[in-house]
């Protein structure tokens, strides 16, 4: 099962569609205009919120909490590291590797492969194809991933 994340680019805040694997509009991803920190917001292609991501404040590095149907579910929270990007995940067991570049992660549930993120180099926009191991991870796996992109822009412009 697969998704594809793009990015608009001319938007006036960070706005994704979201695409199921046959190229169908699935959900919509905005953060709010007049927001300090990130307030983004998912909505299935029906415009029912399904979840949303809300920047936490703090000094340094970058945390974010998420939720899903309006139940806090977990926080993301950027790592200090030189080389690779890293990242702590606090639900579902989950942890999240990065290569180098931070364009490509997997994300496991102890050992386990949960899905692949890979970022595609070549495209207009940011785009991201997120590949699911199982059905049930698609809303949490695509929330992860709008985080961690959050993340990564909060820490390129800081």
Known sequence: M???????????????????EDG???YFVKNELLSILHRI???DKNGHEIGS????FTFFLPRFQVEIAGRAVGNVQAEFTLFRPKYTIDYMGWRC?????GWDYRVYSGSTLVMTIRKRLLSW?????LT??????EIPGLMLVIAIDAANCSQNNS
């Open 2 to 20: 697969r998704l594809l994340i793009k990015q608009r680019v001319f938007a006036l805040t960070d706005t994704y569609d979201v695409y199921d």
């Open 24 to 26: 169908n509009p699935k």
């Open 41 to 43: 917001h998912v909505r």
């Open 53 to 56: 991501i809300h920047q936490k």
């Open 97 to 101: 590797d990065g290569d180098i570049f």
């Open 125 to 129: 926009g940011d785009t991201y194809e």
């Open 132 to 137: 699911f191991e199982r059905p049930e991870y």
